[in-house]
């Protein structure tokens, strides 16, 4: 009987210390908002790289040629945080580009000399604006610190990036988006899809489905309460 009774106050002891390790996993899971947007930068970075490679590659102007290996460069570094944070919080990560991503890297793969500079420029035009605003939501409507944070370290390079991307764009004699004070696309601004169709750009924090480099970056809801 001794025996039994040690051996359910081991158990018990087990259980007890579980309790504290179980909740301080639940305590860590992101929300939806956080995990989508994990999910949908680390799309964002996997066009960049293959985007940037073919910059390199197939650009006509020097100044594609070495934009697109800037931001191969800075993607490649960014999706190791991306990757760091998604292991650490548990998140599955997507293995390819989305569809219409792809999409726009067949059109690349098809395009050659200005009509590829031209296609190139203004789709990373169209991807970084959303990007931009995606990042600014989570900066404010994230709720896992690490994400956040995350957040807040992409958003001066997604804003570098589209800086460079105007100033190329200006000397290509590509539209650009319309954009506040602040260099940042302004809310209702139009912003070049690829293939030279404007498309609305929302404002930032708003629920919508918004294009991203050739395709579409997916701003997730705030989580419910």
Known sequence: MLGIKRLGLLAALVLVGMA???AAQAAVQPSQQDTQYLQALHQVNLFEITAGDLAQQKGQDQGVKDLGAR???????LDQTVQQTASQLGVELPA????????VIDQLN???GEEFDRLWVTSELAGHVQAIQATQTEISQGSEQSVVQLAQTALPTLQAHYDALVQLAEQLGIPVPQTSAS???SPGGTTPA?????????APGGTTESPAPGGTFETPAPAQS
């Open 194 to 202: 690829p293939g030279g169709t404007s498309t609305e750009t929302p």
């Open 20 to 22: 504290p390790a179980a």
């Open 183 to 185: 260099g940042t696309p």
């Open 110 to 112: 098809n395009a050659s």
């Open 71 to 77: 931001l191969k460069t800075d993607h490649t570094q």
């Open 96 to 103: 390819d580009p989305t569809a219409d991503q792809q999409s």
